[in-house]
């Protein structure tokens, strides 16, 4: 950091309980917060979870959602606000993937009432203030830090019945969060350092999700991995790779993940040489010397997608992203990530 550098970093912790058998701290944490009224939300995957959370409040619980939208819908969130409304909720819990996170965030946008989030993917939702919200097809996204939860409960038990697929995807869309961190400019040194553990972490416990996806030790670094992802990620760091799969995501309706997955090793490679600094934080956490080689290599060991077409792209539509990014290179860019046609 130059002696005259001003940096602002607002990027607060949110307070996390993290570990196996953690979902049984759920009713606590809300007591700790002071709730009395809970509108729970539950991803159709976390229905076994999202019961015991139910048990556990009793009569703190004060309405249920089941089943969450990915990018939330805007009719979605609106119904789910008027629910928190009319059952004079005071918390705001959800268990699930970024969809389930994101319900939770659109009811807290509307009624500034805080999250207890409790996540079972790679994501990273929990731990920004980014909240997102779609309509008539477009997908609008800001920062708001009421939206970013109050209290986090990890639990790597809740992420052993991921499907090795999602897993890989989820793994590597955490990835791309610490890429963005390490090829960012400004940013507090602390961020590419933990950034830097981060992708050290993910490209350790991946492999070993993916070989044993029952091996809770392995569960737990990648989900240690993604909490890192997500700080990151919530420091406000972004930049053309999400920029670029947000255009492809809202406007191709592919999906969040797998797009993620297959863009990254291309965007790293086109984004590296301009960041030697981050580059070589980079490769020294994957191994090797060219971190965009170590990205592929590590995507087709854990079986992510490596390329556009595998996600549902249509390379027609090239010229078209290209021109929405209106930077010099993406086109190039594109036709390398859709692969031999
Ligand atoms: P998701 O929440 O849509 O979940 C994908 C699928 O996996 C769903 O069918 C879900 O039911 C299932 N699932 C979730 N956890 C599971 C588990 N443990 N076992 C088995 N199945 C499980 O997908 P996602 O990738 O977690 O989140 C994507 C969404 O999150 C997108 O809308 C994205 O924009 C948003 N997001 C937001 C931020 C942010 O900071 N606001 C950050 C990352 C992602």
Redesign the pocket.
Known sequence: MAESDVIVLDAPFPRVVFGAGALSRVADEAVGLGASAVLLIV????AVAGDRIAASLGDRLADRIDG?V???PVPVANAATDKARAAGVDLVVSI???????LA?AVALGTGLPILAVP??Y???EM?P???LTEAGAKR?GRDSRVRPRVVIYDPA??V???VG?SAA?GM?AMAHLMAALFATGTAPIVPAIAEEGVRTLADALPRVVRAPGDLAARSDALYGAWLA?WT??TGVSGLHHRLCHVLGGSYDLP??QTHAAMLPYTTAFLAPASPAGAARAARALGGSDPAAALRDLARAIGAPTSLTEVGFDPRHIDDVAAAMGIDGIRELLVSACGPQ
């Open positions: 991803d159709e995957a976390s969450a990915m990018h939330v699930g993937g970024g969809s389930a996170t994101g965030k079972t993917t994501a990273g939702s920004t980014v909240w997102g996204t809740l992420t019945s991921m499907p999602l989820s869309n997500g990620f919530g969040h993940a």
